[in-house]
């Protein structure tokens, strides 16, 4: 598994922005899909976004238009670009990979095999 952690949470006001960040190991890591996902208090794991080592993006439809997910393969480091924060967004986020699939075109929800401890996002109402 790849080796993955996260940074950038912290509080925020609503309406406000943050960057998080996710540091990955393994010299394959352009070839993997990443992803984010958040939990919240006794809610079940949710997708937020993800993108494929090609570029592609994909969004959950609750924060399409808020955030952004980039990569940047030369750091190992993906990002996920948070805007116009709600409380409701209010979670663990940690970024995972499929390191099983490389070169995956498609994002594939049941793929993610290895995950980061997560980095704790809190938006003030």
């Known amino acids: 598994q790849v080796q993955l952690v996260e940074s950038g949470g912290g509080l925020v006001q609503a309406g406000g922005s943050l960057r998080l960040s996710c540091a990955a190991s393994?010299?394959?890591?352009?070839?993997?899909?990443m992803g984010w996902f958040r939990q919240a208090p006794g809610k079940e794991r949710e997708f937020v976004a993800a993108?494929?080592?090609?570029?592609?993006?994909g969004f959950a439809d609750s924060v399409k238009g808020r955030f952004t997910i980039s990569r940047d393969n030369a750091k190992n480091t993906v990002y996920l670009q948070m805007n116009s924060l709600k409380p409701e967004d209010t979670a663990v986020y940690a970024c995972?990979?499929?390191?099983?699939?490389?070169?995956?075109?498609?994002?594939?929800?049941?793929?993610?095999?290895?995950w980061g401890q997560g980095t704790q996002v809190t938006v003030s109402s």
């Open positions: 993108i494929t080592w090609t570029g592609g993006t």
């Open positions: 995972a990979a499929d390191a099983t699939r490389p070169y995956a075109v498609a994002i594939n929800l049941k793929g993610f095999n290895s």
């Open positions: 393994g010299r394959t890591f352009s070839t993997y899909v």
